[in-house]
């Protein structure tokens, strides 16, 4: 079976939970991931938007195999702001992402005294993130077309990590209608905890 994640707005503080959108709580000597982009001749880093954070304990109870971590807080960061409807510097588009549009990260233990919120603001020190969602867990079927981790993959001999399809909550479409965000990953990469052999596709 694979896991479903549902998504709530809620006013409970999520600070070390699993979460969708906001700011992700990591700690002090993990970077937040940027993209190299060029635009107009000039080069820069480009944050990449913070997906989700995924407290593993909160998944443990749904996955008796052990392919998952059971502890600690995974983190998915992609570049999907043309598909949030921002403007974008990235130009990734179905099919398999050029490398560097994901990013997932992992810390083995989580610390409510170490760890800190890593926020995006402006010029003004106004919030760029969209409202925090609480995350929940639940078993669905493997071929369930939700925001799931397991379950069928698009690509053979790859497990599906997690698997985002165009969703109004999350406000997120991806072209043509009926396509996924797919982050993808081979079983032993992600036993040995390998995260920057995952990818991204859309499909």
Same mark, same amino acid.
């Given at each position: 079976?694979?896991?479903?994640?549902?998504?709530?707005?809620?006013?409970?503080?999520?600070?070390?939970?699993?979460?969708?959108?906001?700011?992700?709580?990591?700690?002090?000597?993990?970077?937040?991931?940027?993209?190299?982009?060029?635009?107009?001749?000039?080069?820069?880093?480009?944050? =990449?938007?913070?997906?989700?954070?995924?407290?593993?304990?909160?998944?443990?109870?749904?996955?008796?195999?052990?392919?998952?971590?059971?502890?600690?807080?995974?983190?998915?960061?992609?570049?999907?702001?043309?598909?949030?409807?921002?403007?974008?510097?990235?130009?990734?588009?179905?099919?398999?992402? #050029?490398?560097?549009?994901?990013?997932?990260?992992?810390?083995? #233990?989580?610390?409510?005294?170490?760890?800190?919120? !890593?926020?995006?603001?402006?010029?003004?020190?106004?919030?760029?993130?969209?409202?925090?969602?609480?995350?929940?867990?639940?078993? !669905?079927?493997?071929?369930?077309?939700?925001?799931?981790?397991?379950?069928?993959?698009?690509?053979?001999?790859?497990?599906?990590?997690?698997?985002?399809?165009?969703?109004?909550? =999350?406000?997120?479409?991806?072209?043509?209608?009926?396509?996924?965000?797919?982050?993808?990953?081979?079983?032993?990469?992600?036993?040995?905890?390998?995260?920057?052999?995952?990818?991204?596709?859309?499909?």
């Amino acid at each position: 079976m694979a896991i479903n994640l549902s998504f709530n707005r809620t006013e409970r503080i999520l600070f070390c939970a699993s979460k969708w959108w906001g700011d992700p709580d990591m700690p002090a000597n993990m970077e937040y991931p940027t993209i190299e982009v060029t635009e107009d001749g000039e080069t820069y880093d480009y944050p =990449l938007t913070f997906l989700c954070q995924i407290n593993c304990e909160d998944i443990a109870s749904f996955d008796p195999e052990g392919k998952l971590p059971h502890e600690g807080m995974l983190y998915f960061f992609a570049a999907v702001d043309r598909w949030h409807g921002y403007e974008s510097p990235t130009t990734n588009g179905a099919g398999e992402w #050029a490398k560097g549009n994901l990013v997932v990260k992992y810390a083995k #233990a989580i610390n409510f005294e170490t760890f800190n919120t !890593c926020m995006l603001t402006d010029d003004d020190d106004q919030s760029l993130t969209d409202p925090e969602l609480e995350i929940t867990f639940s078993q !669905c079927a493997d071929d369930a077309d939700v925001c799931r981790i397991l379950g069928d993959s698009v690509e053979e001999g790859l497990l599906n990590f997690l698997r985002i399809p165009s969703d109004q909550t =999350l406000e997120l479409g991806f072209e043509p209608d009926g396509k996924a965000l797919n982050i993808l990953i081979k079983e032993s990469d992600l036993k040995f905890g390998n995260w920057k052999k995952s990818k991204a596709v859309i499909k």
